[in-house]
């Protein structure tokens, strides 16, 4: 990386982290693009040229998070099923303690200011359909499926339910104020039981060819 691109980083870094602040603080809905620019010291049109919308200035992650499905399928080993990849990312993701999870102190006022804003609601549902339509397109060309083959698309559905879910009990569990370690714990098991159905149905669906036959 260069030094013009580290800056550009630095600058995107510090203007998502000052906003973070002010929403945390006054609520997403009571903040403005521009109180996040005079914080920053820089111009409204910066703040846009790094994040287009105010949404984006909260979720700044978002294009990370929609990926995950997608790039867990494109890296599964070989004779892996689409399913056994997602259920390894998502354990792993558990395990080292990723950071979109939200299993870390000071995520409950994150979700507060979420609840509270149907904006960002919308945003979250956004996210969850993007991250669907990836995933099918991503089943679709890994499979060679043809255009009218439903399964990528009824997959990508089923995966993104799953996932999905799981996400909506940290979420759930985190603002009750339950122990992170102990929302690690449960939503380990949980993942087992989840992915456990869903291989019933989806076992061997895209699973990748043994080169040694």
Same mark, same amino acid.
């Given at each position: 990386?260069?030094?013009r691109?580290?800056?550009?980083q =630095?600058?995107?870094?510090?203007? =998502?982290?000052?906003?973070?602040?002010?929403?945390l603080?006054r609520?997403?809905?009571?903040?403005?693009?521009?109180?996040?620019?005079?914080l /920053?010291r820089?111009?409204v049109?910066? /703040?846009? %040229?790094? +994040?287009?919308?105010?949404?984006?200035?909260? +979720? &700044?992650?978002?294009?990370? /998070?929609?990926?995950?499905?997608?790039?867990?399928?494109?890296?599964?080993?070989?004779?892996?099923?689409?399913?056994?990849a997602?259920?390894?990312?998502?354990?792993a993701?558990?395990?080292?303690?990723?950071?979109?999870?939200?299993?870390?102190?000071?995520? =409950?006022?994150?979700?507060?200011?979420?609840?509270?804003?149907?904006?960002?609601?919308?945003?979250?549902r956004?996210?969850? &359909?993007?991250?669907?339509?990836?995933?099918?397109?991503?089943?679709?060309?890994?499979?060679?499926?043809?255009?009218?083959?439903?399964?990528?698309?009824?997959a990508?559905?089923?995966?993104?339910?799953?996932?999905?879910a799981?996400?909506?009990?940290?979420?759930?569990?985190v603002?009750?104020?339950? %122990?992170?370690?102990?929302?690690?714990?449960?939503?380990?098991r949980?993942? !087992?039981?989840?992915?456990?159905?869903l291989?019933?149905?989806?076992?061997?669906?895209?699973?990748?060819?043994?080169? !040694?036959?």
């Amino acid at each position: 990386m260069g030094l013009r691109e580290e800056k550009k980083q =630095a600058t995107r870094a510090a203007i =998502a982290d000052a906003a973070l602040g002010l929403f945390l603080e006054r609520g997403f809905d009571r903040v403005t693009v521009a109180d996040v620019a005079r914080l /920053v010291r820089v111009s409204v049109n910066t /703040v846009f %040229n790094y +994040f287009p919308t105010k949404e984006d200035l909260f +979720f &700044d992650r978002q294009e990370e /998070v929609v990926q995950r499905l997608p790039s867990a399928v494109r890296a599964r080993a070989e004779t892996e099923s689409a399913v056994a990849a997602v259920r390894r990312a998502f354990l792993a993701e558990i395990d080292q303690g990723e950071a979109t999870l939200g299993l870390h102190s000071g995520m =409950a006022a994150f979700w507060r200011v979420v609840d509270e804003s149907a904006a960002l609601q919308a945003r979250l549902r956004h996210m969850r &359909d993007r991250t669907e339509e990836v995933l099918a397109e991503t089943l679709r060309k890994e499979t060679g499926a043809d255009a009218d083959d439903p399964m990528p698309r009824i997959a990508a559905a089923m995966l993104t339910a799953t996932d999905s879910a799981l996400h909506a009990g940290i979420r759930r569990r985190v603002l009750e104020g339950q %122990n992170p370690d102990s929302v690690r714990a449960e939503t380990r098991r949980t993942a !087992e039981i989840a992915f456990d159905a869903l291989s019933g149905g989806l076992t061997a669906y895209a699973r990748r060819s043994d080169p !040694e036959r």
